[in-house]
């Protein structure tokens, strides 16, 4: 049985990770209304043999205004926090990209769990509610989710493309079991993450485009996520 209140207070330690070992000082973030999102891998041992360490986060067609949130070395987007002030401070606001012609917006959204772990989406319209980046008064820039839990990479086939495997993003919930320890429910074959921000250019829209840039933010980011030291 969940411990909610249990799992609440485990908020801000879902994800053991390189970004949240007692520090005195932080990366300077700058600002900035675009951003790629960078992986981190919170635990290097557990790195794919061809670490995966610093790709970004991009997508795989699987249907009309439909895809799959993947990572590359290869591609990436760039993406923005839509919403309102109080959409945002209620943790309300969704992590957009736009594409298509003319461009429409593509949200992240965080599917229903199977045995604890969801895909996640990259598909038309705004995305799930509350998967943004933590507020300006957190020490470090990251993706946070609506669920408690752990981003995860996981190497995996994809039907449409005739079984050949793709990086795929995915959310494992982390829970409370009877005894009151916290399991993070991540595959043996996954990784798990953190996707921090790069500043980056968010291209003005062209006329006729159905997306709408009256909501975006701008947000805390890196410059250079790459050459972030985490160990100082």
Request: hydrophobic share 35%; with cysteine.
């Amino acid at each position: 049985m969940r411990n909610i209140a249990f799992l609440m207070g485990l908020a801000s330690l879902t994800s053991a990770s390189p970004l949240a070992v007692r520090q005195t000082s932080y990366p300077q973030k700058s600002t900035s209304s675009g951003f790629t999102l960078v992986v981190n891998v919170t635990n290097p041992a557990a790195d794919f043999c061809e670490s995966i360490n610093h790709y970004t986060l991009s997508s795989i067609h699987v249907g009309a205004g439909q895809a799959l949130a993947a990572i590359s070395s290869e591609s990436t987007r760039v993406w923005y926090v839509n919403g309102t002030q109080q959409e945002i401070s209620e943790s309300k606001g969704t992590v957009v990209t736009d594409g298509g012609t003319p461009p429409f917006p593509n949200g992240i959204d965080i599917a229903e769990a199977e045995d604890s772990v969801s895909a996640v989406r990259v598909d038309a319209g705004d995305g799930t509610k509350g998967v943004q980046l933590t507020s300006g008064s957190e020490p470090y820039a990251y993706l946070t989710a609506p669920i408690i839990g752990s981003y995860i990479v996981c190497n995996e086939s994809v039907p449409y493309y005739q079984g050949r495997k793709f990086l795929l993003l995915k959310h494992a919930e982390t829970e409370v079991n009877e005894e009151g320890e916290s399991e993070s429910n991540i595959p043996e074959d996954c990784v798990a993450i953190r996707l921090v921000p790069q500043c980056a250019k968010l291209a003005d829209l062209p006329a006729g485009a159905i997306a709408s840039h009256e909501f975006v933010n701008e947000v805390g980011c890196y410059d250079d996520v790459a050459s972030i030291d985490w160990s100082k």
